[in-house]
């Protein structure tokens, strides 16, 4: 065994038997991921678990010493329905199967000897269509038999019948995924998920593992993550700290028989805690999160990373000699405006993006909470900064030459943040990305607004209101703000023609589920620190610059 993260990682090894071309190409795809993600590829003889894939007959005696091994041996794709073994493999499995439905997307879920999610004392179970699910494109394998010491761990419904897809018999040591039978569902990370956790069986831990949440500070953003932790299959919620008796008590309502305490240390000091999230204000982002390093704990910290770069870097160091994750919440990576903007530069429907600006704010006045304190907050570039600025450096990735800034003082006068900012990056190639927040805006410009060589994509601010009654009974309106609504997203031809872009359903708790696949399985996730070190290198650029009157400063 190797160690990732403090956990076991299991010894792999794979038996590929495939005429399909196409497949044993998505094979060899396949077990390079895996092997990022274990970091150990050996011969069957070594193995934990042998990966066992085929469509076609195994050389004579090989099968028979596979499944007589001390490996728990995986029946992945199509390998199950192979005519020539069928009865030794159904025997080994303790199932039996059927025909296959097209190549359709698949709605895979838990099983009822799989994990299940707890909300407010109803359990989500298979059949609660709006449970926990994934999405695959592939085919599902009718399961005719299953034996009754067979483990059920994940279903996928045929009309009314949910079929298994991923089983594991303890008795023999054998695991089937009937996933996987096509090669786009091999390069899908749902495969990827189920197969780890199935294959994680043979190591210490279980595909159930645990992985206990601390909250330590439970402010406005406290609750999305009290949320989010105790919907993610995997992560659980054991502890808030705040000092707030009236902050402590909405997190015990919202999550009863959670441990709420009103000192740090002793959130640190629980074994039953795996993982902090550090949402104190972002001046003490860096300190807390090194505590909790120090203390042996997996950290998130929420945006900004730290307000110099040199406290990321300590934080970064520190983690990665201790052998733990430490990343940033940076949510709004997985805004569905977000998404819709990255696929259409990614796609080239732009041709060779050259400029890009992004918008916020509107005209009235800030909050007077820290987040309008320049000391506390870091500055008006630190708040919305570290959201827009993560999504235009998400967008444009390569090198920066310099970043130029500037801010006004001009309305509010009792907090110290500017009351309208600016910060240019330009890049090495030329690109050019300008984002502007603002207290003073009695016109939006646009959220989007990004120049291609063959097209432009503009996205326009949505006014919502939500209409209801009042408690006497007459018309009452709550206009959301501009940045509460996705902006609708239009792309502009050359020749005139505007289409509308659709934007993508929003995935539920999206960060929250990679970091729980990512500390129980290893797989990669799309946010790194050094992706958020990078956003902050631009913030602490900008407020040089702005406070040396816009002179071009290069990012730490």
């Known amino acids: 065994m190797t160690r990732l993260y403090g956990r076991s990682v299991t010894r792999w090894a794979w038996v590929v038997e495939l005429d399909d071309d196409e497949l044993a190409a998505a094979s060899r795809r396949l077990r390079a991921r895996m092997g990022a993600a274990q970091g150990e590829e050996v011969a069957p003889s070594d193995a934990d678990v042998v990966v066992l894939l085929a469509d076609r007959p195994l050389p004579s005696g090989a099968l028979d010493e596979l499944l007589s091994g001390p490996a728990l041996v995986v029946l992945l794709g199509p390998t199950l329905g192979r005519a020539d073994a069928d009865d030794l493999l159904a025997e080994g499995s303790g199932i039996h199967v059927g025909a296959e439905t097209p190549v359709h997307d698949v709605r895979v879920r838990p099983g009822p000897d799989g994990s299940r999610i707890e909300r407010s004392g109803h359990v989500h179970g298979v059949r609660d269509h709006t449970g926990p699910h994934e999405h695959i494109t592939d085919r599902v394998t009718a399961v005719d038999k299953v034996l009754d010491d067979v483990e059920v761990l994940q279903v996928a419904a045929v009309g009314l019948v949910e079929h298994a897809v991923t089983t594991y018999r303890p008795a023999t040591g054998v695991g089937v995924c009937t996933l996987g039978a096509t090669p786009g569902a091999l390069d899908d990370p749902t495969l990827i998920l189920s197969l780890l956790s199935l294959g994680s069986r043979a190591a210490a831990s279980e595909h159930g593992v645990e992985i206990g949440v601390g909250l330590l500070g439970y402010g406005a953003i ?72 120090r203390a042996g704990k997996h950290v998130v910290v929420e945006k900004p990373f730290a307000l110099r770069t040199a406290e990321a870097d300590a934080v970064m160091a520190e983690a990665e000699a201790a052998g733990l994750l430490a990343v940033v919440y940076q949510n709004r990576r997985f805004d569905p405006d977000h998404l819709a903007v990255r696929k259409a530069l990614l796609s080239g429907q732009l041709g060779e993006v050259f400029s890009l600006e992004a918008f916020v704010g509107g005209y009235g006045h800030p909050c007077n909470l820290w987040h309008s304190d320049e000391g506390v907050s870091g500055g008006a570039f630190y708040d919305w900064g570290s959201h827009v600025l993560d999504q235009m450096l998400d967008l444009v990735p390569g090198d920066i030459e310099h970043v130029t800034a500037a801010t006004h003082k001009r309305r509010w006068h009792d907090i110290t943040n500017a009351d309208h900012s600016r910060v240019t990056v330009r890049f090495v190639d030329g690109t050019e990305a300008e984002f502007v927040h603002s207290d003073l805006a009695a016109a939006l410009k646009p959220r989007w607004y990004v120049l291609g060589t063959e097209g432009a994509l503009v996205g326009t601010w949505r006014t919502e209101r939500i209409v209801s009654r009042n408690d006497i009974g007459t018309l009452a309106e709550d206009v959301l703000a501009p940045a509460d609504s996705p902006p609708r997203l239009e792309l502009h031809r050359p020749d005139g023609s505007v289409t509308r872009l659709a934007t993508p359903v929003p995935e539920p708790y999206r960060f929250h589920r990679e970091l729980s696949a990512h500390l129980r399985l290893g797989l990669p996730m799309t946010v790194t620190a050094a992706q958020s070190r990078r956003v902050l290198a631009v913030m602490e650029a900008a407020s040089a610059s702005a406070a040396a009157g816009g002179r071009p400063v290069v990012p730490a």
Not at 263 to 292: F, G, I, N, Q, Y
């Open 222 to 293: 406290g609750h999305e993550h009290s949320r989010a932790v105790r919907a993610v299959d995997g992560l659980v919620l054991r502890a808030v700290c705040d000092s707030s008796s009236a902050r402590r008590a909405a997190a015990a309502e919202a999550a009863p028989g959670i441990a709420t305490l009103a000192e740090a240390d002793a959130l640190l000091m629980r074994d039953d805690v795996d993982l902090v999230v550090v949402s104190t204000p972002p001046s003490t982002h860096a300190d807390w999160a090194l505590r909790a390093i």
